[in-house]
């Protein structure tokens, strides 16, 4: 039976070492709070203290849980103070060096049988284990910020950790009320692995130009569902912080270029531009530590109140599948009048003589689209702006016609009826004013219009699905099971949903297929599909429709 921790120590009383106690005030722990000097530990008092009190202002805490909370904390300067508690758990700044260091001095200071704990996020619990000489008593706790609020805890064993210490630690999550996923000591853990290459990717792509800023975080918040874009994000981890990561975790884990950090991030953290921290990341704040952006020379002009003259009057929609139907309705419901096709042959087209806008939403194959976009440039007036609602090259269906500049993509991330984001897809040779009525669109709609520009995946899907594909990896390598995945990401990003339940709502084949569609157009090796994806389609297990896929039964390589 695992032991009741009555005692912890927490070292580093920052914005999460002050988080940590709370937690464990909050479930009833006695903590000694400890820091390197007297000015160290008021700054640390203070944030506990507006945690709570802001607590109770929200109706989160009653004043007298607050009060109870507070006096089982005891505030020490010294890591003598500890010679006597259960468990210390350490928050101090990402340095291998520095936790060495700590680690050697506890291991002389706290009792035989302490547990000694990391909350690092991205180092080897192993070579923290070494410097004492209890390494069988060293395993990482690995909290995420804001604490008190996020759910999950990673807790990282190594080959030498003893089990009982493990069995202890997972027991005092349960009573903490937080969810504790037990993985290996590897570079980034579940979640850190996961979320930084796709922060990463996001940033490669604003340093491209591909998309602005906004459009990027705009993308990934309304058409994945996600707390915060990409870029805001990292300016709230800060840039100096998420650097580290990445160069950890590209050293550790075997220099996976999905964690070779974008070198923007370099250049920015040797300019002083750290995020919120300091006033001034991939936004501009109105003072340093604020979340209060600010308009700067990058922030777009504001969008019009009302659609203008490029909105169009009167929609074509051609296809007859689960996309067309429900395009259908979002039309009809923004009070568009709506001409329906079923399929792309026959004089049924003719319909479509007078349209202002085509949008196809074909379930064929590439060449049936390219076909189709050929007679409706026969077909319709020189004036009418022809879009696909597919995810495939926009350029080739430009290109089959005699209009390319009038060719966009008009794109609606799953599932269509209800995602508040239009993702607007120009080629090389579109038009300002085919640009302009895909805005104009959007704004109709009462959705979000971003732009970018024509390549494999678009925004959404092009930061989606090889975070997916490293899930799937992840699975693959027997580092997690697919739940402990999904757990980590909904309760320790805040995403609505985990990568293998989304999977299985998309479909395996339709996430293959555009995995592949990414990895043919940038040839990267960590791109490449997950062989593990591909076994599942070749097996027919592909999701929800077809009544098992990834969470419906146990699947092995």
Do not use: W
């Not at 945690?51 to 300067?77: H, I, Y």
């Not at 390219?370 to 609602?389: E, G, H, I, K, Q």
């Not at 594909?469 to 609505?496: F, K, Q, V």
């Not at 070749?538 to 699947?555: D, I, N, P, Q």
């Amino acid at each position: 039976m695992a032991r009741e921790i009555g005692s912890v120590g927490v070292v580093g009383l920052g914005t999460m070492g002050a988080g940590i106690v709370e937690v464990f005030a909050r479930n009833g722990v006695d903590v000694l709070a400890v820091e390197i000097s007297e000015a160290a530990l008021e700054r640390g008092r203070v944030t506990l203290t507006g945690s709570t009190d802001r607590a109770v202002a929200r109706g989160k805490l009653a004043p007298e849980q607050r009060d109870a909370l507070l006096r089982r904390v005891t505030f020490a300067v010294g890591l003598a103070a500890l010679d006597d508690v259960d468990l210390v758990i350490e928050a101090v700044p990402e340095r291998l060096d520095l936790k060495r260091r700590l680690f050697a001095d506890l291991d002389r200071i706290c009792r035989p049988d302490t547990i000694l704990a990391t909350n690092t996020s991205s180092l080897s619990v192993t070579e923290i284990a070494v410097a004492t000489g209890r390494p069988e008593q060293v395993v990482g706790m690995h909290f995420f910020n804001p604490a008190p609020v996020m759910k999950l805890v990673e807790v990282i064993r190594t080959v030498v950790t003893a089990p009982e210490a493990v069995a202890d630690v997972e027991a005092l999550c349960a009573r903490l009320g937080k969810v504790g996923v037990t993985v290996d000591d590897r570079a980034g853990f579940i979640a850190n692995s996961l979320l930084f290459g796709y922060l990463n990717q996001a940033v490669a792509m604003f340093e491209a130009r591909y998309a602005t800023r906004e459009d990027l975080d705009a993308a990934m918040r309304l058409g994945c569902g996600l707390p915060m874009g990409p870029l805001a994000l990292l300016d709230l981890i800060g840039l100096d912080t998420a650097y580290e990561i990445l160069d950890t975790m590209y050293r550790r884990g075997g220099r996976n270029r999905r964690h070779a950090a974008v070198p923007l991030i370099r250049q920015m953290v040797t300019a002083g531009l750290l995020g919120r921290k300091s006033g001034r990341g991939f936004y501009t704040y109105e003072r340093p530590g604020s979340a209060v952006v600010v308009p700067d020379d990058l922030t777009p002009p504001a969008v019009e109140s009302a659609a203008g003259d490029a909105a169009p009057g009167v929609v074509g929609l051609v296809g007859s599948g689960p996309l067309a139907t429900a395009l259908a309705g979002v039309f009809a419901a923004a009070g568009y009048r709506v001409v329906a096709v079923s399929g792309g042959e026959g004089p049924e087209l003719d319909r479509l003589a007078e349209v202002d806008l085509v949008v196809e939403a074909l379930d064929g194959e590439a060449a049936d689209r390219r076909a189709l976009f050929t007679r409706l440039d026969a077909v319709c007036r020189p004036a009418t702006v022809l879009a696909t609602a597919g995810t495939g090259p926009v350029i080739d269906l430009a290109m089959a016609t005699g209009r390319p500049a009038d060719v966009i993509g008009l794109h609606f991330p799953y599932p269509a009826a209800d995602r508040q984001l239009v993702e607007i897809v120009r080629t090389v040779r579109t038009s300002a004013r085919a640009t302009a009525v895909g805005r104009a669109v959007a704004l109709a709609l009462g959705r979000t219009g971003v732009v970018c520009a024509d390549r494999a995946g678009f925004v959404v899907d092009a930061l989606l699905l090889p975070y997916l594909n490293d899930a799937i990896g992840m699975l693959e390598a027997s580092y997690a099971t697919a739940e402990d995945i999904d757990h980590a990401m909904r309760l320790g990003c805040a995403y609505p949903v985990g990568p293998f339940e989304l999977l299985d709502r998309v479909g395996l084949d339709v996430a293959l297929d555009l995995q592949r569609g990414i990895y043919r157009a940038a040839r990267e090796p960590g791109l490449a599909p997950a062989p593990l994806l591909e076994q599942m389609v070749t097996a027919g297990y592909l999701g929800r429709g077809s009544g098992r896929g990834f969470r419906e039964g146990t699947v092995s390589s």
